[in-house]
């Protein structure tokens, strides 16, 4: 498992507006909010990150697994999208007041892939790293 010790992700904001840079290792990206919030939408939003991790994760983790299996893997897209829910309106759900954020995760799995391949390729995209991170206990240190 990688960490970024080396390369922390930086994120500055100037003295107005909702506009901030990112910084990671060489790379510099934006990210704001809609225009009817209060940005300016000159980037993607921060929620929208969330799923880029998530999805990038998921369809990087289903190359390198069809990879090592020599699957004839031609290609994934990864659609996601996600609501805010009452907590009880989710009968699934173990918290049962307030809020909760629900993912939803789309895959289109292209290559002449068995059933059973498809399958367990399905399988393997809930095993992502980020995922396995969203759906287990967090600790932010502040």
């Given at each position: 498992m990688s960490t970024n010790q080396e390369h922390p992700v930086v994120v500055s904001l100037g003295a107005s507006g909702l506009a901030t840079r990112v910084q990671v290792g060489g790379h510099v990206l934006h990210a704001d909010e809609p225009i009817d919030v209060g940005g300016t939408d000159t980037g993607p939003t921060p929620?929208?990150?969330?799923?880029?991790a998530l999805g990038t994760c998921t369809a990087m983790t289903l190359r390198m697994y069809a990879d090592r299996k020599g699957w004839p893997l031609?290609?994934?897209?990864v659609k996601l999208q996600h609501e805010r829910?009452?907590?009880?309106?989710c009968e699934a759900c173990e918290t049962t007041t307030?809020?909760?954020l629900?993912?939803?995760?789309?895959?289109?799995?292209?290559g002449d892939l068995s059933d059973e391949q498809q399958a367990?390729?399905?399988?393997?995209?809930?095993?992502?790293p980020v995922h396995r991170?969203?759906?287990s206990e967090i600790r932010i240190v502040s």
């Open positions: 929620y929208d990150f969330l799923l880029t031609t290609g994934v897209v829910l009452h907590a009880a309106d307030g809020y909760i629900q993912i939803t995760k789309q895959l289109e799995l292209e367990r390729l399905r399988e393997i995209a809930d095993k992502c991170t969203l759906t």
